[in-house]
């Protein structure tokens, strides 16, 4: 099993950026498929950004695509989002999450495919 816990969420004029971390305790990290996402009030919660064990291949939402880069660093059990150019529609609640699936897009992007959650970090985009 993994723990995780993000940081880095806060208030933010819209055009900045914010970076976003998340730390995991427990099994092997490296074994982990990482994702983020992230849950607007009054709305589903929706797919953001997700990264290989390796941290090689990327697979990210179309509405973030260009702006978010998500990465990790293994020796350190951390996964990183750097959001760029934020837009008011950014704003939710960021979500961690781990799983042991293939990194294929027909699962990545289903919160179903994550046993694993941190507790969410608050991020505002004022316009």
């Known amino acids: 099993q993994v723990q995780l816990v993000e940081s880095g969420g806060g208030l933010m004029q819209a055009g900045g950026s914010l970076r976003l971390s998340c730390a995991a305790s427990?099994?092997?990290?490296?074994?982990?498929?990482m994702g983020w996402f992230r849950q607007a009030p009054g709305k589903e919660r929706e797919f953001v950004a997700a990264?290989?064990?390796?941290?090689?291949?990327?697979y990210y939402a179309d509405s973030v695509k260009g702006r978010f880069t998500i990465s990790r660093d293994n020796a350190k059990n951390t996964v990183d989002l750097l959001m760029n150019s934020l837009r008011p529609e950014d704003t939710a609640v960021y979500y961690c999450?781990?799983?042991?699936?293939?990194?294929?897009?027909?699962?990545?992007?289903?919160?179903?495919?994550?046993?694993?959650w941190g507790q969410g970090t608050q991020v505002t985009v004022s316009s």
């Open positions: 999450a781990a799983s042991l699936v293939a990194f294929s897009s027909a699962v990545l992007d289903k919160g179903s495919s994550y046993p694993y």
């Open positions: 990264i290989s064990r390796s941290g090689g291949p990327r």
């Open positions: 427990g099994r092997t990290f490296n074994a982990y498929v």
